[in-house]
């Protein structure tokens, strides 16, 4: 097993941060570190995102593991391993961004909905599928398809919650990808950082408790 995949199966969440803004990214980071998060990702579409993932690989390293997220394509890979990203999310399913990562020892995790997909990913050399939009699938959906690819790590990513974060691990999740409901934007703006500690930490005992 991957390093990060370890630190996913037991740190459960992975925060993601998009459209967050430089001057901001610093002191969300650490207030999500505060809160208990260990896995974060910037995503590739957030102005500057290379430049944060670096900055914050020096800055937090043996903190939190930081990897990219919305990784759709190797042009976008490239620019985030040479960043420093320690693995790749993707909301999509391209075997070449599998293969780019898989050769550099990274763990690439990418979207798929399918049970097609997420054997396809699995064979291409993914080491965890990333399912997704959760949140407009279901929980149910996760329960079914669970039942015969049971041996595949899988991420939840979308609809997660404080009231139902628990329902997604019965269900047969791995982990959890959240944005906006771990990382709200507006506390990052107005500087709220220790309501966005104390709503990590919240989470982070939810996972815990399970």
Excluded: C
């Excluded at 391993?81 to 780019?100: M, R, T």
């Excluded at 050769?103 to 399912?131: H, Q, Y």
């Amino acid at each position: 097993m991957s390093n990060m995949l370890e630190l996913l199966m037991q740190h459960k969440i992975v925060a993601i941060l998009r459209g967050i803004e430089d001057r901001h990214a610093d002191a969300a980071g650490k207030a999500l570190i505060d809160g208990g998060i260990h896995m974060m990702e910037i995503t590739m579409n957030t102005e500057g995102a290379a430049v944060m993932i670096e900055r914050w690989r020096n800055k937090f390293d043996g903190k939190a593991a930081v990897g990219a997220g919305t990784v759709t394509d190797v042009e976008l890979a490239e620019q985030a391993v040479a960043a420093g990203a320690q693995f790749l999310i993707s909301p999509n399913l391209d075997e070449e961004v599998i293969a780019y990562g898989r050769e550099r020892g990274l763990s690439v995790w990418p979207g798929v909905m399918t049970p097609t997909e997420i054997v396809k990913a699995w064979k291409a050399g993914a080491d965890a599928v990333k399912i997704f939009p959760m949140g407009t699938l279901g929980v149910d959906y996760l329960k079914e398809i669970r039942g015969p690819l049971n041996d595949i790590p899988m991420i939840a990513t979308g609809g997660v919650d404080l009231h139902n974060i628990t329902d997604y691990f019965k269900a047969g999740a791995n982990g959890v990808g959240m944005g906006g409901k771990l990382v709200n934007l507006e506390w990052v703006r107005e500087g709220k950082w220790d309501q966005i500690t104390e709503r990590a930490r919240q989470f982070v005992a939810a996972v815990q408790a399970l």
